[in-house]
Antibody
Framework: QVQLQESSPGLVKPSGTLSLTCDVS?????????WSWVRQPPGKGLDWIGE???????NYNPSLRSRFTVSVDKSKNQFSLTVTSVTSADTAMYYC??????????????WGQGAMVTVSS | QSVLTQPPSVSGAPGQSVTISCSGS?????????VHWYQQRPGTAPRLLIY???TRPSGVPDRFSGSKSGTSASLAISGLQAEDEADYYC????????????FGGGTKLTVL
């Protein structure tokens, strides 16, 4: 049974860089799936950030793309999200999720428990 | 402003049925691409409820069903139970940007 676990610093200073990782256990990150990041500001809805395939191919939410980078580390069986120039608007719960298959429209069938990130000085 | 539009809230008494709508356009729900639904109970991660319009993952009761017509999709819940009180999100793919996945704004279901 594949499981996902996010890790994050918790607190990040404004204008700094946020880095999160998602460890994949019980399966291989080289399987035919896309690996995504989804965030949820407090009291608000879900917002898809972007995704990576094990080949390194990526797709991003066009409204967020410029500050966000999703990458994969096959040797560690994990994928990551980097957000630069963070502001208070980046304060959110960040989830990593697996798509059901390699199709662009496939559902997210497995989710991590989420990692809360607060941007504050 | 979400690409997919859902009502902010719906409610129903135990045992009743409710329907949650998800309105899109010809570039997302109106395409052959799939529509999915998620349930998120307070303080927990989203859970896949329905995928590919009307397929339930293992463990999801058959009280939950999905459908699609034109540029809209719907989630129907019958025989409401207290445990169904949660936020529900639709999700699809938007063909205007390659690989772009989109969510609805979410609907809060209250079981009266």
């Amino acid at each position: 049974q594949v499981q996902l676990q996010e890790s994050s610093p918790g607190l990040v200073k404004p204008s700094g860089t946020l880095s999160l990782t998602c460890d994949v256990s019980g399966g291989s990150i080289t399987s035919n799936n896309w690996w995504s990041w989804v965030r949820q500001p407090p009291g608000k809805g879900l917002d898809w950030i972007g995704e990576v395939y094990h080949s390194g191919s990526t797709n991003y939410n066009p409204s967020l793309r410029s500050r966000f980078t999703v990458s994969v580390d096959k040797s560690k069986n994990q994928f990551s999200l980097t957000v630069t120039s963070v502001t208070s608007a980046d304060t959110a719960m960040y989830y990593c999720a697996r798509s059901l298959n390699g199709g662009w429209s496939s559902a997210f069938d497995i989710w991590g428990q989420g990692a809360m990130v607060t941007v504050s000085s | 402003q979400s690409v997919l539009t859902q009502p902010p809230s719906v409610s129903g008494a135990p045992g009743q049925s409710v329907t949650i709508s998800c309105s899109g356009s010809s570039s997302n729900i109106g395409t052959p691409y799939d529509v999915h639904w998620y349930q998120q109970r307070p303080g927990t991660a989203p859970r896949l409820l329905i995928y590919n319009y009307n397929t339930r993952p293992s463990g999801v009761p058959d009280r939950f069903s999905g459908s699609k017509s034109g540029t809209s999709a719907s989630l129907a819940i019958s025989g409401l139970q207290a445990e169904d009180e949660a936020d529900y999100y639709c999700q699809s793919y938007d063909s205007r940007v390659r690989g772009s996945r989109v969510f609805g704004g979410g609907t809060k279901l209250t079981v009266l």
